[in-house]
């Protein structure tokens, strides 16, 4: 399997981009070790933002432990069940998250239901601690998608523009994110075939940067809580609806088309925004 990724219009090769390493014979993938550095970094600035608005930091992590642990488990059952197709014959690959299959706005919901039953039961304020949490989840997710990168997955449609990404058609972790138009299009460098597409890890991970800077610029000056939380709905569920759209790898909403990440996207944008306008006015 060739290991070089290659951004041509860019002029950027990367010959060697391996997909993991091994410790003796357990074989430890990028995947893990990016997404477990992004929660790290992640909940650091959570515990250093609660703190400033006057949380417990303790109470804070043990809210954080729980949330991830119940997030990971949203991510793998949403994608389990918009894929069911294929775990309904192979029912123990459920459990192997190994083989990749964690969807983002899975975590996402299942972390705010998390955080509001936490909530509920110690009596904070649901708005001021999501305004606090959702510094932690756009970090992560900047930090996340450079995992799909290694992975060779999570990439969009046909492209030649410039920011074209070449991967060996071999070492792309699933054939069926394959198009016929790739196919057509193959680049062949060195005796190795290339499909040229669109970075779409790349352009989620600068979105949420993007979106990060604007949060970080509203947080003292917001008007009132839930403002931050709102943001990232509608910042980051733009960024997605349009990204999801050239992505080859959709999850399906049953019996259609239509991909349904796009469709939890709009949803929540529109709910962001009509929040935010109620809040405003409210004020």
């Not at 997404?35 to 650091?44: D, R, T």
């Not at 069940?81 to 299942?110: C, E, H, M, P, T």
């Not at 999801?244 to 709009?266: F, K, M, Y």
């Amino acid at each position: 399997m060739d290991t070089s990724i290659i951004f041509p219009n860019l002029h950027i090769t990367l010959d060697n981009v391996e997909k993991g390493f091994y410790i003796g014979s357990f074989f430890i993938a990028f995947y893990g070790v990016i997404i477990a550095i992004g929660m790290l970094v992640g909940v650091s600035f959570i515990l250093r933002e609660a703190k400033r608005v006057g949380f417990d930091e303790d109470k804070f992590l043990d809210l954080c432990i729980t949330t991830i642990i119940v997030g990971v488990i949203g991510a793998r059952l949403y994608y389990v069940i918009f894929a069911w197709d294929y775990y309904k014959d192979n029912l123990l690959s459920i459990f192997n998250i190994r083989q990749g299959g964690l969807a983002i706005y899975g975590g996402v919901l299942a972390g705010i239901a998390c955080v509001a039953v936490i909530c509920k039961r110690k009596g904070y304020k649901f708005l001021k601690v999501m305004d606090v949490c959702m510094f932690g989840v756009v970090i992560g997710q900047i930090f996340g998608r450079w995992g799909n990168f290694f992975n060779r997955e999570v990439f969009g449609q046909y492209t030649d523009g410039i920011f074209a990404m070449l991967l060996p058609v071999n070492s792309v972790r699933s054939q069926q994110d394959i198009t016929a138009e790739m196919l057509q299009n193959l680049v062949t460098i060195n005796g190795v075939d290339y499909v040229s597409v669109h970075p779409t890890f790349l352009y989620e991970s600068l979105w949420n940067v993007g979106v990060l800077i604007i949060m970080l610029l509203m947080r003292k000056r917001k008007k009132f809580d839930g403002q931050i939380f709102f943001t990232y709905l509608i910042g980051y569920g733009a960024g997605r609806f349009w990204i999801e759209g050239i992505r080859t790898d959709q999850l399906l909403l049953w019996g259609t088309n239509v991909p349904v990440s796009q469709a939890v996207a709009a949803v929540l944008v529109v709910i962001g925004i009509a929040l935010s306008l109620y809040n405003y006015k409210k004020k």
